[in-house]
Structure formats: C-alpha cells, structure tokens
T-cell receptor, first 114, second 112 residues
C-alpha cells in the first residue's frame, strides 16, 4: 500500500520566493494534517482538514501561510513570501478518522530559505 | 485542551539495558495516547496507542506502555535496548477534536 506521499523532499529557495509543498494522503483517509518540525519548537500542528474542510488552522503562523485541500487525494501548503525562519521540515499526515485512528506520516519536505 | 510533557530530552542507555521514556499528559476528556518513533531523516512511525481498552499496551519492536490515570502518565518501556532503537521518540495525545498534540520528544541513545 502506498503511504502518504510528499513532494518535494527537499527545497532550497531564496527569501521572498513562493514555496508550495504537496501531499497525497492515503486513499480512504478522511483527515489530513500539516505539521512543522524545528529543533527549537519541535512538532507543531499547523492545520488539519476533515473531509477536505479545514477544521482548525490556529497553528498557521501568519498570513504568509495558506493550505488547501481541493479533493480527498491532494493538499498543498503554500508560503508566500518565504522567510529564513520558515526553514523547517514540513510533514503531512493522514488518518482514517477523528477518533482513535492513528496518524500516518509522510517522509517530510525539508525547506531551506536562504 | 490536551497537552503532553516528556521528561528528559535525552536518555542514554547501554545495549541490553532497560529503556524507560517518560510521558505525562493533560486532558479534560478521556485521552487517546500514542507513542511515535522517528529515525533520522524519516517521518514518524506509530509504536503503540492507547484507546481506553487494556491499560498495558504492547507495540512494535518489543516496546510497551502503561496507561496510569491516577498518575496521568503513559511511560514507554522496553526490557532490553538494541542499537537499532536509537531514535527520537514522541508521546502524543488526541482528544475529541481529532487533533494530535505531540510532546517535545526524547532522543534515545544506545551505547554499545
């Protein structure tokens, strides 16, 4: 079975550029989560969707960040404009339900903003 | 609101020794609790989960955890550490909103 697929795995960009990270959840999962991992702040939940609808975006740092889920098999996280402090590993995860179901994580997208 | 606290950001054990990684949770509703492991440059993998069934939960790779409501704890243990257990371990809590909230993580070092 294919797991959660993220792209790109690595992205190096310059400050001010737009960054788009992509995620394909596991088929049949109806919840999708975006996390950011840094040494200083650990794993932070940015936003999560249930049945393609954003449920909680309180973790999105600021207006430069936006996330969409146009259908059940695709989500994007966009940063515009990017800043050096956005450098982190961004993880996408999906879950079968909002209850006891565990999250399955992708391998992450490592973003470096110069 | 839910939260977890992992006691000790780094734990070092000798190969063959007991592994004990501590986690305390806070939750206003009966919690679902998880332990995840992260190997370098990889995503997180589920080790085990507690969902209000048996309080002693067995997971993969010989790990287990015990839910203790009176102590609000969910500590992770393994009787005998292997070199391959060296990784970062995360405790997490999930409430009825569906959000999974992680602790700060504990790096396990296994010495030969």
């Amino acid at each position: 079975d294919a797991g959660v697929i993220q792209s790109p795995r690595h992205e190096v960009t310059e400050m001010g550029q737009e960054v788009t990270l992509r995620c394909k959840p596991i088929s049949g999962h109806n919840s999708l989560f975006w996390y950011r991992q840094t040494m200083m702040r650990g794993l932070e939940l940015l936003i999560y969707f249930n049945n393609n609808v954003p449920i909680d975006d309180s973790g999105m740092p600021e207006d430069r960040f936006s996330a969409k889920m146009p259908n059940a098999s695709f989500s994007t996280l966009k940063i515009q404009p990017s800043e050096p402090r956005d450098s982190a590993v961004y993880f996408c995860a999906s879950s079968r339900d909002r209850g006891t179901g565990e999250l399955f994580f992708g391998e992450g997208s490592r973003l470096t903003v110069l | 609101a839910q939260s977890v606290t992992q006691l000790g950001s780094h734990v070092s054990v000798s190969e063959g020794a007991l592994v004990l990684l501590r986690c305390n949770y806070s939750s206003s509703v009966p919690p679902y609790l998880f332990w995840y492991v992260q190997y370098p440059n990889q995503g997180l993998q589920l080790l085990l989960k507690y969902t209000s069934a048996a309080t002693l939960v067995k997971g993969i790779n010989g790990f287990e955890a015990e839910f203790k409501k009176s102590e609000t704890s969910f500590h992770l243990t393994k009787p005998s550490a292997h070199m391959s257990d060296a990784a970062e371990y995360f405790c997490a809590v999930k409430g009825n909103t569906g959000k999974l909230i992680f602790g700060q993580g504990t790096t396990l070092q296994v010495k030969p």
